[in-house]
């Protein structure tokens, strides 16, 4: 089977706005009876298969996707804003309307379905960010289509797009090796997220393939059981550089460390995560690793785009790698 025909295809072989093509195979006001019969045309000689209007097989779908997110991830985490803006722009080009819901500590606990699934509201649902397994099984009894994003569960059968986590891990810890650091420790609450706990996983492999064993007093908890961010508590020896589970944790830790009279990098190197605006924000600037937002955002729309058309193979896992972004904060003058 050929790639599948989007409304982006369609659009740019007329020269006109994915909108615009959505809205004539919908049978929606908005382009001229002469663009909608273009569009209806082009369609079928390309093999469209969509689910907006009677043109195009229309079946009764809302031509809307839902993105599901903790409140205490996005209300914490300026990470998942970027990353459902990405998730709206790349719904676009596949004809799509991206709705967001958040959900409550209250809702997620117990287990009430999110008004997107009981209004019918949308074809699909992404939940991004981690949510509570049990609330997970609740929402897809529902039977929509749906994917996780920036998060997985081990062995599990719902398909997602996460970023390289182990990867980056891996490849921030090295690079302290590189720079002469032998004693080096991780801040973040390892059982809060799988992504925390990939990223925990590659620094333990780094170190662990140099010969060296991680100090277990050297592992520092940056939010609560409720996933809140807290005060990083340092312990009375330091290690001479730390890898951190996200930037703006990096950024809160070169904070606290020169609130006690170090200098960073010269006392100790700190590595943030994402490369987000904390990264830039903080004085030094954060050694971090890049994640490909933009390409998650868009395997996940396209992903769930197909699994609607029911064109896609279930029980997949996209890996998207990122890239490591040396700067300041992690920069030893090394001497001879």
Known sequence: MGKPVRMADIAEQLNISVVSVSKALAGKPGVSEEMRAKVVALARQMGYAGRSGSESGNTGGTGNIGVLVSDRFFNENTFYSNLYRSLVLSSTGEGLTCMLEIVSDEVEKAGQMPTLVTGRKVDGLIFMGNLDLDYLRTVTASGLP??????????????????????????????????????????????????????????????????IVPQEDWLLDDRDINGLFIPIQLPERLPRAFLCSCDEVAYNLVKSLQDRGLRVPEDVAVCGYDDFRYATLSQPTLTTYQVNVELMARMAVSHLAEQIRHEANLGIRFTVPGKLVIRESSKIERRE
Do not use: K
């Not at 920036?150 to 690079?175: K, Q, R, W």
């Open 146 to 211: 749906c994917i996780l994003l920036d998060f997985y569960i081990p062995c599990g059968p719902l398909d997602c797009v996460v970023s390289d986590n182990l990867e980056g891990g891996i490849a921030l810890t090295e690079h302290l090796l590189s720079q002469g650091c032998q004693e080096i420790g991780f801040v973040g609450s390892i059982w809060a997220t799988s992504s925390i706990m990939s990223r925990y996983l590659g620094y333990q492999q780094a170190l662990r393939m140099a010969g």
